[in-house]
């Protein structure tokens, strides 16, 4: 079946370096993306979203890039810090349906 | 800032025994969920509902889980009996309406089953 999937499950970057993680989805229809940050114990935290009409968009030391051509989806996360440590899902919907969620990428910071 | 509540944080039972989750979702939101995630996965729809309604609840598992919610505000997610391969984490996440994707979620109850 379609699903969003993630390129690599572990990330590990040094402190004030900037991060990439990237995703892939199958679903060329899917309209809208969103990226989850979730820490140990707790619950997703909304980061930024995205809708298919638009290739980039920006928020505080976040970027995320729409590909639609080949159907990927990556977060940016600038000088990348301790708290920034977690794990990042990317999700996809169609419109207004049900939200996918990829397998996740563990983001390791290292002092 | 507003947030989903849940309780309990954790929860350990012994297989066959019945369980339940509680779920205040942010007030004004019309549309509440409840997700299951296993570690290292995303989290997976369970049930969705619109005010009192159930809207998709293809993904429950009917037959031992049941969920409700009643006055269209706060819901219970009710397994019995629970099986080992039930241990996971039960998200509950709201938004604003039917249709809105960004979704809030609260902590989670993470439930180990004995």
């Known amino acids: 079946g379609e699903s969003v999937g993630l390129h690599l499950p572990t990330l590990s970057v040094q402190e004030g370096d900037n991060s990439i993680i990237n995703c892939a989805y199958s679903?060329?229809?899917?309209?809208?993306f969103i990226w989850y940050k979730q820490e140990s114990g707790k619950g997703p935290q909304f980061i930024i979203d995205?809708?298919?009409?638009?290739d980039k968009r920006q928020g505080q030391r976040v970027t995320v890039l729409l590909n639609k051509t080949v159907k990927h989806l990556s977060l940016q996360i600038a000088a990348t810090q301790p708290g920034d440590s977690a794990v990042y899902f990317c999700?996809?919907?169609?419109?207004?349906?049900?939200?996918?969620f990829g397998q996740g990428t563990e983001l390791s910071v290292k002092p | 800032e507003a947030e989903v509540a849940q309780s309990p944080r954790y929860k350990i039972t012994e297989k066959s025994q019945a369980v339940a989750f509680w779920c205040d979702p942010i007030?004004?939101?019309?549309?509440l969920y409840w997700y299951r995630q296993i570690l290292g996965q995303g989290p997976e729809l369970l049930v969705q509902?619109?005010?009192?309604?159930?809207?998709?609840d293809s993904q429950l598992p009917k037959d031992r889980f049941s969920a409700e919610r009643l006055k269209g505000v706060d819901s219970t997610l009710k397994i019995q009996p629970a099986e080992l391969g039930d241990s996971a984490m039960y998200l509950c996440?709201?938004?604003?309406?039917?249709?809105?994707?960004?979704?809030?979620f609260g902590s989670g109850t993470q439930l180990s089953v004995l």
């Open positions: 996440a709201s938004s604003l309406r039917r249709g809105n994707e960004k979704l809030f």
């Open positions: 679903n060329s229809a899917s309209d809208y």
């Open positions: 995205i809708r298919s009409n638009m």
């Open positions: 999700a996809e919907t169609l419109f207004g349906g049900k939200l996918i």
């Open positions: 007030s004004g939101h019309a549309t």
């Open positions: 509902f619109q005010d009192e309604s159930v809207v998709d």
